[in-house]
């Protein structure tokens, strides 16, 4: 019996509830371990798991077995319990609602690696929030601006 075979490639970003700076550098690199292993444990190939102080970008090797939000609820769930468990931070950590998911070739894997790999170099240029809305415009993604994520100005 023939046997089903693919990867996805997939860049998964998302923020920290209202914004605030949280991920903090003396911890951050513990978390995108911990995030890593979730991706792992799940089934799927963790790639690179990056960010600053308010955001993140995972970027994954995603089995189709599973549903893209539910991979992304469980890592929302799993390593907000590790922040809260580890105390990390002196209130409840949370991320906001929402995600964007964007999907790349295999023969840019090198490309959108070294992209997440540089994103503190990345956002002393630009703002979280053009950088979503770039996204956004790149893939073609159609939206309103009311269910976008909670924005500081910079």
């Known amino acids: 019996m023939p046997g089903t075979f693919s990867q996805l490639y997939i860049q998964i970003v998302f923020a920290v509830k209202g914004r605030k700076n949280l991920i903090d550098k003396k911890w951050k690199d513990e978390l995108y371990k ?4 979730i991706i792992t444990n799940k089934g799927h190939k963790s790639i690179i798991v990056n960010g600053v102080s308010d955001h993140i970008h995972i970027f994954v090797g995603l089995k189709p077995s599973m549903a893209i939000s539910d991979l992304v609820r469980d890592i929302k769930n799993n390593s907000s319990n590790f922040i809260n468990d580890k105390k990390f931070v002196e209130s409840k950590f949370s991320w906001q609602e929402g995600y964007g998911a964007f999907s790349y070739a295999h023969s840019q894997i090198e490309q959108v690696y070294n992209y997440i ?7 002393q240029k630009q703002t979280f929030k053009d950088e979503y809305l770039e996204f956004l415009q790149k893939f073609q993604i159609e939206y309103n601006e009311k269910y976008l994520f909670e924005w500081i100005e910079e």
């Open 34 to 37: 911990y995030i890593s292993g």
């Open 117 to 123: 790999l540089n994103q503190e170099k990345h956002h």
